[in-house]
């Protein structure tokens, strides 16, 4: 049985081991900007076979919260290229996360002060977070409008330009796409916020199709070996409800088995909540059984509260890959810790979005 210290491949990512740091908002990039700062707390986690970046939005239109960092202008990028050669310095491999947030956004962060889009006009009861004078505040979501059919190539577009750039210019190892956690993607899928009657609505093959177009777009620029997908089937983040998941994430998975992805990053449960959910059920036994049948190669990433025990567990049932989030924010050294069983370090709810180094880059290593 593979160790989670052993090395493995995703795609063209030959990893050092299977401890993965999982996407985590931290909201300390103002002006949407990438800093010194960020790029020291991504190499304190170089140790890991992977880090994923906190959720970066691909354009204005897909931010929704203050202080999260963006993919779409100089400046941004000039950011993160000192963060992906700080992290390769250490020796460490790192991709982005590409993220548009759809409804899950406010007027007062969008081009002009508009609406928020969405494949349809249903308000997400969500909020998302102002940071105003550094303190974080909670707002409700604004009231968003319904995508027109003739603009989701645009979207498709500024989804594959962000990928390009992420890897021609801001030295990523590749990118994950973000289709978890009730954003655009996500919300596209599933039917409780997908109400449309065109192509893009009502069957799962049409609500699928935005997600599979932006994949292929991706992979079609960058190549399927340096992307990898974030999923959340039952998730209820940011208010989205599926009537019957696993048919349409097996269509999905399916669909994906023929791309050669990197790997597939599936959020069992709800997201840093519970990993069962009683008025959710799922399989994710047949999710992976359903993407192997149909050919799939990419590794199998998993997250969701998992310890060392449960990672373990995890590697023993066909697992390849897993993503630790807040015991690796608040352990910069967790692959050494949990190879040691050392004790872990705790982390402080009350700097998790915004701030400064203090729950930040703070947490000790061991000695
Ligand atoms: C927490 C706060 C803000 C955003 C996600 C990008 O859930 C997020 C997120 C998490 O995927």
Do not use: C
Request: glycine share 12%; hydrophobic share 40%; no cysteine.
């Amino acid at each position: 049985m593979p160790s989670l210290f052993d090395p493995t491949q995703a795609g063209d990512l030959h990893l050092a081991n299977r401890i993965v740091l999982a996407p985590l908002t931290r909201s300390r990039a103002p002006g949407a900007i990438p800093t010194p700062l960020m790029a020291e707390y991504y190499a304190q986690r170089a140790s890991g076979g992977l880090l994923i970046t906190e959720a970066t939005a691909i354009s204005h239109q897909g931010q929704g919260y203050s202080d999260v960092p963006g993919l779409y202008s100089t400046s941004q990028l000039d950011g993160w290229k000192q963060v992906t050669r700080a992290v390769h310095d250490a020796g460490g491999k790192i991709v982005v996360q590409l993220w548009h947030v759809g409804r899950v956004s406010h007027n007062e962060l969008q081009p002009h002060g508009g609406k928020p889009v969405a494949p349809s006009a249903i308000t997400a009861k969500a909020q998302i977070v102002l940071i105003k004078g550094g303190v974080p505040t909670y707002v409700d979501t604004s009231e968003p409008r319904a995508l027109d059919a003739g603009e989701l190539p645009g979207i498709v577009h500024v989804y594959q330009a962000a990928a390009r750039n992420a890897v021609e210019t801001a030295g990523f190892d590749g990118v994950e796409i973000h289709g978890a956690n009730g954003y655009l993607l996500d919300q596209f899928l599933k039917s409780g916020s997908n109400r449309r009657s065109d192509d893009y609505g009502g069957s799962i093959e049409n609500r699928a199709r935005l997600l599979l177009e932006v994949v292929r777009a991706i992979t079609s620029a960058i190549g399927g070996g340096r992307t990898g997908i974030r999923l959340s089937p039952v998730a209820p983040a940011n208010d989205v409800y599926d009537a019957d998941p696993q048919p349409l994430f097996e269509y999905v998975v399916k669909q994906l088995a023929t791309l050669n992805l990197a790997y597939l990053h599936i959020i069992e449960g709800a997201t840093g909540g519970p990993r069962e959910l009683p008025d959710r059920p799922f399989d994710y036994a047949a999710l992976k059984a359903a993407y192997r049948t149909a050919g799939g190669k990419g590794a199998w990433m998993v997250n969701n509260g998992y310890d060392k025990a449960l990672a373990e567990q995890a590697l023993a049932g066909g697992a390849d890959l897993i993503a630790f989030g807040r015991r690796y924010l608040a352990n910069p050294d967790l692959v050494r810790r949990l190879r040691e069983d050392a004790p872990l370090n705790t982390p402080d709810k009350a700097t998790f979005y915004g701030g400064g180094a203090k729950g930040y880059t703070d947490y000790p290593a061991l000695a």
